[in-house]
């Protein structure tokens, strides 16, 4: 193993930096396994991003180089920012937390279709009895499907026969867990400040990768690698798009500084994040996307004592400890965020250079008073009128963004 190190100052931020090889992205044969076996253990080295580090440094970034001219973000972290909760009772207030991150899930509060792996493999459990049990499960009742395992054992085939056409029919599940995706409560930003933070991470982390290769590409000893370009500058043209929206509502309105961050945080998160709820520990993966662009993935882990009989104390938790990480006696849960799904039909719909149109963002942002607007197909469909007006990305045609199947544009991975 070598590694290439710097330290340096971004923009008054100080970020320790350490360029490591990277072996491989994935291992078909370790999908959906989460065991640490003697091989995994004699071919691995421990990093601890948290020791030793001095008071002044706020970044500490690993970039992993492959056999190309791309690197990986293999780990940012982010040393000054960290959640806290109003009160004392800490772990009263992530529990509680937690329990209104619980009511925002779908499905049951299952996770019902997650193809990258991070799922695990199929077991017949509990979570399946509950997933056969849930209306929405399959258009038939439960016995009046097949349900099969695939051979890679990281999806269940359901066969049916429709009632119109009496032709057979398919979908597929993983295995199911507690947790899922959701769209956060714009509420919650000013319930949970950290949530700011935590959401500025992703734009914040594009912008130092950003900086970074500039800053180091005069210098002989850095690497000449392209680190994530594709999903650096998916984020950065997000928070681009966010700053266009704040820049034109202020135009109308007139906001103190605590309502602009918020206004920002409103439109940032309903256009460009969709968050998801982990409780169980996550399978060896390849994160997957409808689309096929990459993201930028955000976490953020908490943790709770767990009750003197062991349980967590809330319903529909899975798993006893929880993702695990948290340490003994301990019920930990993650909260991640990802660029969120129909990228291309969102950034038109955002772009400042449609700004002026009828039924654009801006102008349901100067309709309604603020950035809370959703993108919804009505919407959308009211936007596409506009025709030949409209600015699209490149190589992208408003036919292409025209509404089929929503079910098809759902992040699998």
Same mark, same amino acid.
Request: hydrophobic share 35%.
């Given at each position: ?50 020791? !030793? ?70 077991? /017949? ?238 102008? /349901? ?45 759902? !992040?699998?991975?």
């Amino acid at each position: 193993m070598y590694l290439i190190s710097f330290t340096l100052l971004l923009q008054q931020t100080k970020l320790r930096v350490y360029y490591v090889p990277k072996l491989r992205d994935e291992d078909i044969t370790l999908k959906g396994t989460n065991d640490i076996s003697e091989a995994d253990l004699s071919t691995s080295f421990y990093f601890d991003a948290s020791r !030793n580090v001095s008071e002044d440094v706020d970044v500490t970034l690993v970039i992993g180089l492959d056999a190309s001219d791309h690197g990986s973000i293999l780990l940012m972290r982010f040393h000054k920012l960290k959640p806290c909760f109003p009160g004392k009772n800490t772990c009263l207030s992530t529990k509680q937390f937690l329990s209104n991150l619980q009511k925002e899930l779908k499905n049951g509060g299952l996770e019902r279709r997650r193809v990258g792996g991070s799922s695990g493999t199929v077991t /017949y459990s509990k979570n399946v009895k509950l997933l056969l049990a849930t209306p929405n499960s399959t258009p038939r009742c439960a016995s009046g499907a097949v349900w099969l395992r695939d051979k890679d054992n990281l999806k269940i085939h359901v066969f049916y026969f429709g009632t119109q056409d009496a032709k057979a029919k398919y979908f597929y599940y993983t295995t199911p867990r507690h947790g899922g995706s959701f769209q956060m409560p714009l509420k919650y930003y000013e319930d949970y400040p950290f949530l700011q933070d935590f959401a500025s991470t992703k734009p914040l982390a594009a912008t130092i990768v950003h900086t970074l290769q500039k800053t180091l590409q005069h210098d002989k000893n850095a690497p000449r690698v392209l680190v994530c370009p594709a999903a650096v500058d998916e984020e950065m043209k997000n928070m681009m798009a966010a700053r266009a929206f704040v820049s034109e509502f202020l135009k109308n309105h007139e906001l103190n500084e605590y309502k602009r961050k918020i206004l920002f945080y409103q439109f940032y998160s309903v256009n460009f994040l969709n968050y998801t709820l982990v409780m169980h520990p996550v399978g060896r993966h390849l994160d997957v996307f409808s689309d096929g662009k990459p993201s930028l993935e955000n976490r953020i882990c908490f943790s709770f004592l767990l009750k003197r009989d062991g349980s967590s104390g809330l319903r529909n938790t899975g798993e006893k400890w929880g993702r695990g990480g948290g340490g003994l006696h301990r019920f930990s849960f993650a909260l991640l965020d990802w660029t969120s799904y129909n990228r291309n039909r969102r950034r038109t719909w955002t772009d400042e250079a449609n700004r002026h149109l009828p039924h654009s963002a801006a102008d /349901y942002g100067n309709r309604n008073g603020n950035g809370a607007q959703r993108l919804t197909q009505t919407i959308w469909d009211h936007f596409a009128r506009n025709g030949e007006r409209i600015t699209l990305p490149r190589n992208v045609t408003l036919e292409q963004l025209t509404y089929r199947n929503r079910y098809n544009n759902r !992040n699998e991975g």
